[in-house]
Nanobody
Framework: QVQLVESGGGLVQPGGSLRLSCKASGTIFSINYMSWYRQAPGKQRELVATFHDSGSTNYADSVKGRFTISRDNAKNTVDLQMNSLKPEDTAVYYC???????????????WGQGTQVTVSS
């Protein structure tokens, strides 16, 4: 089992920045992919950014150039640096993990509890 705990959400003005962090614990050797999803009210859950053990990353078009996902193996954390935030980035952000990309995109094995990000003036 893997446990994921997010932190770092909050309220920020448009154009501002936030950094989310996801702490993983448990049998983390089984995880090759870690990612951030988000879900806004009334919308489907969206895969925002993905980090693979090789160091490769992928981003949704809506956040490319503004968000950066990174992993700290020593701390077992995966962070999401969010810059130039827009009101449409408002959502609950979830950390997710899976052993394969297919599982990550269809039904991640593990989820965090979510953290609220609100972008508003």
């Amino acid at each position: 089992q893997v446990q994921l705990v997010e932190s770092g959400g909050g309220l920020v003005q448009p154009g501002g920045s936030l950094r989310l962090s996801c702490k993983a614990s448990g049998t983390i050797f089984s995880i090759n992919y870690m990612s951030w999803y988000r879900q806004a009210p009334g919308k489907q859950r969206e895969l925002v950014a993905t980090f693979h053990d090789s160091g490769s990353t992928n981003y949704a078009d809506s956040v490319k150039g503004r968000f950066t996902i990174s992993r700290d193996n020593a701390k077992n954390t995966v962070d999401l640096q969010m810059n130039s935030l827009k009101p449409e980035d408002t959502a609950v952000y979830y950390c997710a993990a899976a052993p394969t990309i297919i599982k990550l995109m269809r039904a991640p094995n593990y989820w965090g509890q979510g953290t609220q990000v609100t972008v508003s003036s």
